[in-house]
């Protein structure tokens, strides 16, 4: 099969930050996390991975790698959550890129939806089989036609993973309250890092994927406060690398944890959950 070209320093390349996160942490903490597609995905692309590649032995490099897959298993869980009161609901991955979490979480009577832009959602069906009960949806986030397509009538949960850093926060706040209006009983979960953490982002993380010319705006300092924007909403935040799980493997050291207190204390990542009443 041919493979699909994705350039470096454009909005596709940042498909390859998680992509290529949840690909390292399969292979180096197999007993933590296991992401089969990955590898197969990674396989796919006609992408330059060799500078990757290079620095992917080294420290900060395996904790990236952690990282990605530590939001994974923490959105993962708060989906399976409000599952188990909502069977048959509707999971809504918003900027979906290439990350299949919502067959991870199918119980088989759900309906799957991926929202991304145009080009995004192109290369995803070239590479990503879709199921009998899932659609795909070329669309920006920002215009509200998408959600047309979204049926709430057995529950609807939506989630961002690293989407929202690349929004101004009036945007976050308008599109929560539309969501907010528009599917009651439903639930939205997405991550944020605070002031230092999304500037930390930009300079090292981007930069290492030669990706330039993209400004990280929305941040949270304080989830429980800063997004409270409703009486019809209700918020909750965890903790993003020990919040949900021990991070306990045989190759996970002490460094790893201790630089995983860090980014929850300091750089405050955070996995939020808004249930919309």
Same mark, same amino acid.
């Given at each position: 099969?041919?493979?699909?070209?994705?350039?470096?320093?454009?909005?596709?390349? %940042?498909?390859?930050?998680?992509? #290529?996160?949840?690909?390292?942490?399969? +292979?180096?903490?197999?007993?933590?996390?296991?992401?089969?597609?990955?590898?197969?995905?990674?396989?796919?692309?006609? #992408?330059? &991975?060799?500078?990757?590649?290079?620095?992917?032995?080294?420290? /900060?490099?395996?904790?990236?790698?952690?990282?990605?897959?530590?939001?994974? /298993?923490?959105?993962?869980?708060?989906?399976?959550? #409000?599952?188990?009161?909502? %069977?048959?609901? %509707?999971?809504?991955?918003?900027?979906?890129?290439?990350?299949?979490?919502?067959?991870?979480?199918?119980?088989?009577?759900?309906?799957?939806?991926?929202?991304?832009?145009?080009?995004?959602?192109?290369?995803?069906?070239?590479?990503?089989?879709?199921?009998?009960?899932?659609?795909?949806?070329?669309?920006?986030?920002?215009?509200?036609?998408?959600?047309?397509?979204?049926?709430?009538?057995?529950?609807?949960?939506?989630?961002?993973?690293?989407?929202?850093?690349?929004?101004?926060? +009036?945007?976050?706040?308008?599109?929560?309250?539309?969501?907010?209006?528009?599917?009651?009983?439903?639930?939205?979960? &997405?991550?944020?890092?605070? +002031?230092?953490?999304?500037? /930390? /982002?930009?300079?090292?993380?981007?930069?290492?994927?030669?990706?330039?010319?993209?400004?990280?705006?929305?941040?949270?300092?304080?989830?429980?406060?800063?997004?409270?924007?409703?009486?019809?909403?209700?918020?909750?935040?965890?903790?993003?690398?020990?919040?949900?799980?021990?991070?306990?493997?045989?190759?996970?050291?002490?460094?790893?944890?201790?630089?995983?207190?860090?980014?929850?204390?300091?750089?405050?990542?955070?996995?939020?959950?808004?249930?919309?009443?």
């Amino acid at each position: 099969m041919d493979k699909i070209k994705i350039e470096k320093n454009t909005v596709q390349g %940042t498909l390859i930050i998680p992509l #290529y996160g949840r690909k390292m942490c399969s +292979e180096k903490f197999p007993d933590l996390y296991k992401d089969n597609s990955a590898k197969e995905l990674c396989e796919r692309l006609d #992408y330059d &991975f060799s500078e990757i590649e290079k620095k992917s032995n080294s420290f /900060l490099y395996e904790f990236g790698a952690l990282e990605a897959a530590m939001r994974q /298993l923490d959105i993962i869980s708060e989906i399976k959550d #409000y599952l188990k009161k909502h %069977t048959k609901a %509707t999971i809504v991955n918003l900027g979906c890129g290439l990350d299949e979490t919502g067959k991870a979480c199918d119980n088989g009577l759900c309906q799957i939806v991926n929202v991304d832009f145009p080009d995004i959602i192109e290369i995803r069906k070239k590479i990503i089989p879709n199921r009998d009960s899932e659609i795909n949806i070329s669309c920006n986030l920002k215009d509200y036609s998408w959600m047309k397509h979204v049926d709430n009538s057995k529950g609807v949960i939506f989630f961002a993973a690293g989407v929202f850093h690349y929004f101004k926060i +009036e945007e976050v706040k308008s599109l929560i309250l539309e969501l907010a209006k528009r599917y009651k009983g439903g639930c939205l979960i &997405f991550d944020s890092v605070g +002031e230092l953490g999304v500037k /930390l /982002l930009m300079k090292t993380t981007l930069k290492n994927m030669g990706i330039s010319g993209i400004d990280g705006l929305f941040y949270l300092n304080n989830p429980l406060k800063e997004i409270n924007w409703s009486n019809e909403i209700k918020v909750s935040s965890k903790p993003y690398m020990l919040g949900y799980y021990n991070m306990r493997s045989p190759n996970i050291f002490f460094s790893h944890r201790l630089l995983a207190n860090i980014c929850d204390n300091f750089l405050k990542m955070a996995i939020n959950r808004i249930d919309f009443k």
